[in-house]
């Protein structure tokens, strides 16, 4: 038979603000984590919801395991300080604003199943550390729990790197198009000069030949054809060379 002395840990996910529903699972369980957004809405819905369960529970029967900053766009250390006062429980993790695990609870996909290095899916892996390891735990399992730490900051890391490069190949890009356009802009409107100088017609052709040459590479040039070459430059420059 399957009671709740099968499972180590049985987590409710309950829908959000200070309903019965809500209210009442959280008295039914031996601890809850407070989810909530940074912004004042959300933070005295949580206050509400903190100041309800101890009216209910004047002996703090229900324990505050601690709460998560969800969505976030903001610097966060600040949130954070003012909450752990405001609420007195533990910060346990902040999420930032993740695309991915949006777009992937839009199609009732679980973002550690799908995704496991996005934002989202690493910060909970530090709230199951924070919150479950325990020393009941088997070796086994830490070392289950370990490896996927070590797949999610490994891809994490990753798209760091990708992101990173991507800039540099869209600043370089850049570059390129603006002092491209001032010399090709010089080279055509040099023969101009040049013949008022009685300077020899050879320089005019090669002059405009350079700058049909700029003119070409700055129409072909994107951030993905500089990726390539930056790329390519790495494996040979310092990484600082390229900054």
Known sequence: MINENSFDYIIFDTRGGTDHTSIGTAQA???????????????????????????????????????????????????????????????????????????????????VAWDIGCSFSRQLLNVIRKLYVSPKWSAENINKLKALEDTANKIFTARIQEQESNKRAEKFTLIIRIYGTIVATFLLASPVFFKATNIKTDIDQAFIIIAAILIFLMVISDSKIMKMYLNFFAKLLPKNKLD
């Open 29 to 111: 369980a031996g601890s809850f984590i407070m989810v909530t957004e940074a912004d004042k809405p959300s933070w005295d819905m949580g206050g509400l919801f903190y100041n309800t369960i101890d009216e209910i529970e004047s002996n703090q029967i229900t324990s505050r395991a601690g709460f998560i900053i969800n969505k976030n766009v903001l610097p966060s250390e600040a949130i954070e300080v003012f909450l752990r006062k405001q609420w007195e429980a533990p910060h346990l993790t902040t999420i930032p604003l993740d695309e991915n695990a949006i777009r992937f609870f839009q199609e009732d996909k679980v973002p």
